[in-house]
């Protein structure tokens, strides 16, 4: 199966860094995604990693990926009140006619203290 | 990146009433659009895949009679929820993919959140 787990909560204050961790089951994924999902909208893709990538960096975003654990990692720097919502990663499978398709996790949502 | 568009955002309609949900892609073609539905505090839920110009493949435990698709053209796709009742209450939200950019990312619209009452 195509299982996705995430712990639901995190807070962090001001300042600190977060990490937000995932975990799952398939090692056949072909890409892992970090969303944010606001309030009442919709998803917001932070960013990707491919599967035979270990880590990948953009602006205050590191994602790391650890294959041999299944364990996927968001690490955002300098956490502000605005990075305030819902978190879920996803992974999707390079197989036939499922390309776009995306199997999520239950979303962490991580507070930010001012 | 492409953007897709959601419509209504929001929308409030009595039991027993159909309702219909558009997802456009603005700015590409979108040969699969995903149909998601996510409850409160609740991951998203895929409930149909569609292609354009054929019938949507439902998720098992989806009904197909109730959720209506047509993807009749590569920039839209519809979603109608016939007979809404309560329990039909949610967020639900499209996505859309080309295969022309096999790549990396679903494009997402803003949702629309439903409420029968």
């Known amino acids: 199966g195509e299982d996705v787990e995430q712990s639901l909560f995190l807070s962090v204050r001001e300042g600190d860094s977060s990490v937000i961790n995932c975990t799952y089951t398939d090692s056949s994924s072909t890409y892992l995604y970090w969303y944010k999902q606001e309030p009442g909208a919709g998803l917001q893709l932070l960013t990707y990693?491919?599967?035979?990538?270990d880590m990948k960096q953009d602006q205050r975003l590191t994602v790391l990926l650890n294959k041999k654990d299944k364990h996927l990692s968001l690490r955002i720097a300098d956490t502000q009140t605005g990075d305030s919502a819902i978190y879920f990663c996803?992974?999707?499978?390079?197989?036939?006619?499922?390309?776009?398709?995306?199997?999520f996790g239950r979303g962490t949502q991580l507070t930010v203290w001012p | 990146g492409a953007v897709v568009s959601q419509h209504p955002s929001r929308v409030i309609c009595k039991s027993g009433t159909s309702v219909k949900i558009e997802c456009r892609s603005l700015?590409?073609?979108?040969?699969?659009m995903f149909w998601y539905r996510q409850f409160p505090k609740q991951s998203l839920m895929l409930m149909a895949t569609?292609?354009?110009?054929?019938?949507?493949?439902?998720e098992q435990g989806v009904e197909k009679d109730k959720f209506l698709i047509n993807h009749a053209s590569l920039t839209l796709s519809t979603l109608t929820v016939t007979s809404a009742h309560p329990e039909d209450s949610s967020f639900y939200i499209c996505?859309?993919?080309?295969?022309?950019?096999?790549?990396?990312?679903?494009?997402f619209g803003q949702g629309t959140r439903l409420t029968v009452v």
């Open positions: 996803a992974e999707t499978f390079d197989r036939g006619s499922t390309l776009g398709r995306l199997y």
């Open positions: 990693i491919f599967s035979n990538m």
């Open positions: 700015d590409f073609q979108a040969t699969t």
């Open positions: 569609s292609n354009e110009g054929s019938k949507a493949t439902y």
């Open positions: 996505s859309a993919t080309s295969h022309q950019d096999r790549n990396t990312e679903a494009f």
